[in-house]
């Protein structure tokens, strides 16, 4: 794996080598494009890029990948605690509230 930094921007190149007998074409390139898609999941579960980021780098719709998310089991909605979640809901609550006055 190679990473080139350019200000906030990586540039990552993934390379392996494999020994297999001859492959058809299309499947190796089905096989780059899978690899490519749970490469850029695995960011997107950990947090190291967006989901609008991820659908970019793999160049398909919005809609197109909500069903991806879902088959990686990705929540669409943030991880968060009880507490998170109730702080979040109180803090909502008091803007509402200023907007009622």
């Known amino acids: ?3 080139r930094m350019n ?3 990586t540039t990552t190149e993934i390379k392996f080598t494999l020994t297999l007998p001859e492959v058809p074409e299309n499947h190796r390139l089905e096989a780059e494009k899978k690899a490519k898609e749970a490469y850029i999941m695995t960011l997107l579960r ?3 890029i967006s989901a609008g980021r991820a659908a970019e780098l793999l160049e398909i719709e919005r809609w197109q990948f909500s069903d991806l998310m879902d088959s990686y089991k990705i929540s ?3 991880t968060q605690t009880k507490e998170e979640l109730q702080q979040e809901v ?3 609550l008091e803007i509402l509230n200023q907007y009622k006055k």
Do not use: E, S, Y
């Open 90 to 92: 109180m803090q909502t």
């Open 76 to 78: 669409p909605f943030p």
């Open 1 to 3: 794996m190679m990473k």
């Open 46 to 48: 950990h947090g190291d």
């Open 7 to 9: 200000k906030d921007i």
